[in-house]
């Protein structure tokens, strides 16, 4: 009863996108009383839509929590002795169901405007949810006419393949969630880029309004990619973070647009200045969210990450695409020239950092989908197998962000409009002076032999210390008493403290990312009984034995770690073996001081009783993913500033009542 009922509601949820996606856009055109109407019908349907997508959802995640193999899409991806954990995962695990996840959060991103959005004029908005709503008309009519998560299979097996065990981790049960809240949350910031288009206006106020959506979706890719890179790190015993693969590289293409957009957005907010800009922003962030998802379903990449090899499907996600993109970039180019921009200011300035912050993110983005992407062509096109790698990308990549972490430090220290580079220089004396010494102290231990984690060490040092002089001038911190200034810390607008937070997180995960350049390594094939020393531990093999898991069977081994004679802790990792799926996982064990990592795992025996071990040793390993969760953090704390609750200050509402009066539209509420 179950498929039948979310198989239902999910063509009920196509019916109500359309009605969204005509309401709206009809109904923001239309004369005040009857476009009151029709937009108000919009927002309805939008809620409507985002009710039944909800109950198409959950009704997906009933069937396999009771695994019911009479559905094809449980038989594929669960078995009944998988743990509840991963049933629950497996809801998203596979092409079908992740599809599902990116509907009801599509829909859930137009009920949110529906109900938070009482701030925004009423043509604003019902375009805004018009828009939301065609997006979801196509990818609704994907699920339902090519990737039907409820199709039944009779006569139904006894029990299903199973999911593809490198998901079976806390790691990746979360991850997708939020990398999709990232992708499609940026749909919002696209949705006002077209409005703001169709209606021909980008002020302050839409600047102040577009922020928080878009932060809201920067927030959420941020933690979906750092969970993504722990996962790779824990779970498959590389000892890496990142590997530059294509389908990780689809996802950090629309952070470092969306990190571009965020900024721009403010110059928007601040100047009325970098309109266009931010418009083409918006819209290109998004398609490269739709991109990743072509990408991942269309069969041309062969990845853990990747779900679909239909050629119907990755045909259907590319006409999608071009019409997504190719019909925004039109519009884009037919109304961009009559957003003129109202705000000037000279090169040296706080709106001039953003725009270099802006122009190296933009070139960091383009370097990432050109490694990425032309294999693909030249494959294709060319018939040639060219293969790019982490040694393109490291020396592409790197020497663009080095300049951005100096601006970061910069630019928060330099007045709006006009700015004096030799003054705020100046005050970040401090930092040049740390940062000295950091290289100097790196030298002096490492030597020159290294010169990627030298560059990190610097940078991060740099940056953070840079920040911390931005923060105390704030507040006065040495300047006024410490009372005094813990109060204008309390009063500190919070878009300013997260902000500031934010980057103090890319700081720490520059230095995490230093750190794990000077990792040894070492492999050893060891019997029962033998030591092996790696960073001043030892590291005794006391043997391997078997373990049975719910649906695996994991050999295991014991590693017994000291240092100076003393013991310390005992290591476990496992090498487990799924029948039902015929494949085999590495399982390692990590043992962290918060500044380190002793890092195993364990590989094939022999039949003389030795066994393959991998041992790392990873200074200050964990502050990459605490980095990334101090960014989320900031990113948190700057979205709940009170004034993106309030929206725009009145009189920016009063002008924005004024024109829509003057369209025949009702005033904003």
């Given at each position: 009863m179950a498929p039948e009922l979310g198989h239902f509601a999910l063509a009920l949820a196509l019916v109500l996108s359309i009605a969204q996606a005509a309401?709206?856009?009809?109904?923001?055109?239309?004369?005040?009383g009857r476009g009151a109407v029709l937009m108000a019908g919009s927002a309805s349907a939008a809620l409507g839509q985002f009710l039944f997508a909800t109950i198409?959802?959950?009704?997906?995640?009933?069937?396999?929590?009771?695994?019911?193999?009479?559905?094809?899409?449980?038989?594929?991806?669960?078995?009944?002795?998988?743990?509840?954990?991963?049933?629950?995962?497996?809801?998203?695990?596979?092409?079908e169901g992740s599809m599902v996840l990116w509907c009801l959060i599509l829909a859930m991103c137009g009920a949110a405007v529906a109900l938070f959005g009482r701030q925004l004029p009423p043509t604003l908005k019902a375009r805004v949810i018009g828009v939301l709503g065609l997006i979801g008309v196509g990818f609704l009519a994907f699920v339902l006419f090519t990737s039907n998560p409820f199709a039944r299979i009779f006569p139904p097996p006894p029990d299903g393949r199973d999911l593809n065990p490198l998901l079976q981790d806390p790691g990746l049960a979360f991850h997708p969630p939020f990398l999709y809240l990232g992708y499609v949350g940026f749909s919002v910031s696209f949705a006002f880029a077209i409005a703001a288009l169709i209606?021909?206006?980008?002020?302050?106020?839409?600047?102040?309004?577009?922020?928080?959506?878009?932060?809201?979706?920067?927030?959420?890719?941020?933690?979906?990619?750092?969970?993504?890179?722990?996962?790779?790190?824990?779970?498959?015993?590389?000892?890496?973070?990142?590997?530059?693969?294509?389908?990780?590289?689809a996802s950090f293409m629309p952070w470092l647009l969306g990190t571009a957009l965020l900024h721009s957005a403010v110059v928007v907010e601040k100047r009325e200045a970098l309109k266009v800009w931010t418009i083409l922003l918006a819209i290109l962030t998004f398609s490269l969210s739709l991109l990743g998802t072509f990408l991942v379903r269309s069969g041309v990449l062969n990845s853990v990450h990747a779900f679909a090899n239909d050629p119907a499907r990755g045909i259907f996600i590319l006409l999608l695409l071009l019409l997504v993109v190719g019909g925004s970039l039109l519009l884009f180019a037919w109304r961009a020239p009559a957003l003129r921009p109202q705000g000037f200011f000279a090169p040296i300035s706080r709106e001039g950092g953003l725009v270099l912050n802006n122009l190296l993110l933009a070139t960091a983005t383009a370097t990432v989908f050109v490694g990425t992407l032309y294999p693909l062509f030249a494959e294709l096109v060319l018939e040639a197998k060219i293969s790019v790698g982490a040694p393109f990308f490291n020396a592409v990549f790197f020497p663009l962000m080095a300049p951005l972490v100096v601006a970061m430090a910069i630019g928060p220290l330099l007045p709006w409009k006009r700015g004096d580079l030799a003054a705020a220089l100046s005050r970040l004396a401090?930092?040049?002076?740390?940062?000295?010494?950091?290289?100097?102290?790196?030298?002096?231990?490492?030597?020159?032999?290294?010169?990627?984690?030298?560059?990190?060490?610097?940078?991060?040092?740099?940056?953070?210390?840079?920040?911390?002089?931005?923060?105390?001038?704030?507040?006065?911190l040495a300047r006024l008493p410490w009372r005094e200034s813990a109060r204008r810390l309390v009063r500190l607008p919070r878009a300013a403290l997260g902000m500031t937070v934010a980057h103090l997180g890319f700081a720490?995960?520059?230095?995490?990312?230093?750190?794990?350049?000077?990792?040894?390594?070492?492999?050893?094939?060891?019997?029962?009984?033998?030591?092996?020393?790696?960073?001043?531990?030892?590291?005794?093999?006391?043997?391997?034995?078997?373990?049975?898991g719910p649906n695996y069977v994991a050999a295991r081994a014991t590693l017994a770690v000291s240092r100076d004679g003393r013991p310390l802790a005992t290591l476990s990792p496992e090498r487990r073996s799924f029948p039902v799926a015929a494949m085999s996982t590495s399982e390692t064990a990590i043992r962290t001081t918060g500044f380190a990592d002793l890092y195993a795992a364990v590989g094939e025996s022999d039949a003389n009783g030795a066994t393959v071990i991998r041992l790392y040793h990873k200074p200050l390993a964990p502050w990459v993913w605490l980095g990334a969760l101090v960014m989320a953090l900031g990113g948190m704390l700057s979205l709940s500033d009170r004034r993106y609750r309030i929206g725009a200050p009145a009189r920016r509402r009063r002008e924005a009542d004024s024109e829509a009066a003057a369209h025949g539209a009702a005033p904003a509420e």
């Open positions: 309401l709206g856009l009809v109904g923001a055109a239309q004369p005040r198409a959802f959950f009704a997906l995640m009933a069937s396999y929590i009771a695994s019911d193999f009479s559905v094809e899409n449980v038989v594929q991806n669960s078995h009944s002795a998988k743990p509840l954990l991963y049933k629950i995962s497996g809801t998203w695990g596979n092409h209606e021909g206006r980008v002020d302050a106020a839409w600047g102040r309004w577009v922020r928080p959506w878009t932060l809201a979706a920067w927030v959420a890719l941020t933690l979906g990619i750092a969970l993504g890179s722990w996962w790779a790190y824990y779970e498959l015993g590389w000892g890496g973070f990142w590997f530059w693969d294509p389908v990780e590289n401090a930092a040049a002076a740390a940062t000295a010494f950091v290289a100097l102290l790196y030298l002096w231990i490492a030597g020159s032999a290294l010169l990627l984690p030298l560059l990190a060490f610097t940078l991060a040092t740099w940056l953070a210390v840079g920040t911390a002089t931005e923060l105390s001038e704030r507040i006065g720490i995960t520059l230095a995490g990312i230093g750190g794990m350049g000077l990792a040894e390594e070492r492999i050893a094939l060891m019997r029962p009984g033998e030591t092996a020393t790696l960073a001043g531990y030892a590291i005794r093999f006391e043997g391997i034995g078997n373990v049975a």
